[in-house]
């Protein structure tokens, strides 16, 4: 009789220089469907899913060890905080108290600054052998740490929580007031990592009526949003992401692409925020969220300086990313939705990505 695959295995994934071993969870299944997840960073590793015949690929981008992960800040995979995006001009104002960052980006601060939620140890809190396993990684970031107040005790959990459904649950608690916004940055391509191609075919819906316009640093810019309408940023009705990419647009020629978040609105419960279709594989990826915003990257400073998995060199548009978190530089704008978490609060983010294939008719309620 042929053992039955457990759903859950955890192995070695190599060192860090300072000697800490790193582990990887991996949580399986039905039809194949994987995931991968490293206790660096907290990082989704690898994403396995069939496409359309069946075929099963690897359709986020990270490296085969924990040194790769180590020697380059790519943030592929990885669990961003203590603030996801950019705070402008590394500082902040709360309760009448300076906040003064690391600055990493510029003059700004970005993804939590140099020592940031991607380049620390996660530990390995829980893990849960059922028809949907998960696994929780948790970190205690002290009080101070890269310029931060509060003591913040954060856990995020990776469920397999439906065939083909992935969610990933951020919770937090502070002894102090603080901000706080947490995201998960895996790099996506739903024709697989291995084939090597780009995303621009990939067809695109955001369920955003606005965005946020930025300067040449990527900080939104004063005032309020500006609506998608009549812009090569409307993606209501699904466009390819490559369809006006190069069209002669400011906000395009900022950031050579799209690198911009999309205002989803307040929301308590998980609502569908994001459809992507690849039309040579069939893959379809549905993300749901609770967050505020949406940061969609087009992949557009991927530049093939080091290699990742299948030895490939990742080059611009070669991926994208969508980022649900809390807007940028909100602890700057009284006119955002608050990004601030008190004690006795508890900080919630729930994203679910739901896989399926073109064949299967789309999207699932």
């Given at each position: 009789m042929?053992?039955?695959?457990?759903?859950?295995?955890?192995?070695?994934?190599?060192?860090?220089?300072?000697?800490?071993?790193?582990?990887?969870?991996?949580?399986?299944?039905?039809?194949?469907?994987?995931?991968?997840?490293?206790?660096?960073?907290?990082?989704?590793?690898?994403?396995?899913?069939?496409?359309?015949?069946?075929?099963?690929?690897?359709?986020?981008?990270?490296?085969?060890?924990?040194?790769?992960?180590?020697?380059r800040r790519?943030?592929?995979?990885?669990?961003?905080?203590?603030?996801?995006?950019?705070?402008?001009?590394?500082?902040?104002?709360?309760?009448?108290?300076?906040?003064?960052?690391?600055?990493?980006?510029?003059?700004?601060?970005?993804?939590?600054?140099?020592?940031?939620?991607?380049?620390?140890?996660?530990?390995?809190?829980?893990i849960e052998e059922s028809d949907t396993p998960a696994v929780t990684l948790r970190h205690v970031s002290p009080d101070g740490e890269s310029g931060f107040p509060g003591s913040l005790d954060v856990r995020v959990s990776f469920r397999l929580s439906a065939p083909g459904e992935l969610t990933i649950s951020y919770e937090a608690v502070t002894d102090r007031p603080t901000v706080v916004s947490l995201t998960n940055h895996s790099f996506f391509n739903l024709d697989g990592?291995?084939?090597?191609?780009?995303?621009?075919?990939?067809?695109?819906?955001?369920?955003?009526?606005?965005?946020?316009?930025?300067?040449?640093?990527a900080i939104p810019l004063p005032g309020p949003p500006r609506p998608v309408a009549g812009t090569p940023f409307d993606f209501r009705s699904g466009a390819a992401i490559g369809a006006r990419i190069r069209e002669d647009d400011a906000q395009l020629r900022a950031g050579r692409g799209y690198d911009h978040n999309f205002c989803l609105g307040i929301s308590a419960q998980p609502r569908l925020a994001a459809r992507v279709e690849a039309t040579s594989s069939g893959r379809v990826m549905e993300l749901l969220t609770n967050q505020p915003g949406l940061q969609f990257y087009s992949g557009n400073f991927l530049?093939?300086?080091?290699?990742?998995?299948?030895?490939?060199?990742?080059?611009?548009?070669?991926?994208?990313?969508?980022?649900?978190?809390?807007?940028?530089?909100?602890?700057?704008?009284?006119?955002?939705?608050?990004?601030?978490?008190?004690?006795?609060?508890?900080?919630?983010?729930?994203?679910?990505?739901?896989?399926?294939?073109?064949?299967d008719g789309g999207m699932r309620a």
């Amino acid at each position: 009789m042929v053992k039955p695959t457990p759903a859950i295995t955890r192995d070695g994934f190599g060192t860090l220089a300072d000697g800490r071993a790193v582990e990887r969870v991996t949580l399986r299944g039905a039809g194949g469907f994987e995931a991968r997840i490293i206790t660096y960073g907290a990082a989704l590793q690898a994403l396995l899913v069939p496409d359309a015949k069946g075929a099963l690929a690897d359709i986020v981008l990270g490296h085969d060890d924990a040194a790769g992960y180590e020697a380059r800040r790519d943030f592929y995979g990885a669990t961003i905080g203590r603030f996801a995006n950019r705070i402008a001009g590394a500082a902040f104002t709360l309760d009448g108290e300076r906040i003064v960052l690391p600055a990493n980006d510029g003059a700004n601060t970005l993804h939590g600054g140099p020592g940031g939620f991607d380049r620390v140890l996660w530990s390995v809190e829980a893990i849960e052998e059922s028809d949907t396993p998960a696994v929780t990684l948790r970190h205690v970031s002290p009080d101070g740490e890269s310029g931060f107040p509060g003591s913040l005790d954060v856990r995020v959990s990776f469920r397999l929580s439906a065939p083909g459904e992935l969610t990933i649950s951020y919770e937090a608690v502070t002894d102090r007031p603080t901000v706080v916004s947490l995201t998960n940055h895996s790099f996506f391509n739903l024709d697989g990592v291995a084939a090597g191609g780009d995303i621009l075919d990939h067809v695109l819906t955001l369920a955003a009526d606005s965005f946020l316009p930025t300067n040449a640093e990527a900080i939104p810019l004063p005032g309020p949003p500006r609506p998608v309408a009549g812009t090569p940023f409307d993606f209501r009705s699904g466009a390819a992401i490559g369809a006006r990419i190069r069209e002669d647009d400011a906000q395009l020629r900022a950031g050579r692409g799209y690198d911009h978040n999309f205002c989803l609105g307040i929301s308590a419960q998980p609502r569908l925020a994001a459809r992507v279709e690849a039309t040579s594989s069939g893959r379809v990826m549905e993300l749901l969220t609770n967050q505020p915003g949406l940061q969609f990257y087009s992949g557009n400073f991927l530049d093939g300086a080091a290699p990742g998995k299948y030895g490939r060199l990742h080059r611009q548009s070669d991926a994208f990313c969508l980022e649900p978190q809390a807007w940028p530089d909100a602890p700057n704008r009284g006119d955002f939705p608050s990004a601030r978490l008190d004690p006795g609060e508890t900080y919630r983010h729930v994203s679910i990505y739901r896989f399926s294939t073109a064949r299967d008719g789309g999207m699932r309620a």
